[in-house]
């Protein structure tokens, strides 16, 4: 069983930054992807942003540019660094770790981002 522990949420002013963190542990196969996704009040699950094997990353349209992702595959690490917060972030955001044999999700860690 693959346990995934987020830390790093919480309220923020517009225009700051904050750094998520999901440490992956337990029984883990090759990993092929680590990502995190976001749902907001009222609307569907979505992709933040993922990194793939080999360092491919992907974002969602509204993130790029100001927000970077990263892993420490030795640790089973993945990092969300979000810049320049925008109120409509405010989200509760969602560790994914998946390999051939497992698809971990995280329990959530809420961003807040208001004035």
């Known amino acids: 069983q693959v346990k995934l522990v987020e830390s790093g949420g919480g309220l923020v002013e517009p225009g700051g930054s904050l750094r998520l963190s999901c440490a992956a542990s337990?029984?883990?196969?090759?990993?092929?992807?680590m990502g995190w996704y976001r749902r907001s009040p009222g609307k569907q699950r979505e992709l933040v942003a993922r990194?793939?094997?080999?360092?491919?990353?992907n974002y969602g349209d509204s993130v790029k540019g100001r927000f970077t992702i990263s892993s420490d595959n030795a640790s089973n690490t993945v990092y969300l660094q979000m810049n320049t917060l925008k109120v409509e972030d405010t989200a509760v955001y969602y560790c994914?770790?998946?390999?051939?044999?497992?698809?971990?999700w995280g329990q959530g860690t809420q961003v807040i981002v208001s004035s």
């Open positions: 337990g029984m883990i196969s090759s990993v092929l992807v």
């Open positions: 990194i793939l094997r080999g360092g491919v990353t």
């Open positions: 994914n770790v998946g390999g051939y044999d497992f698809d971990a």
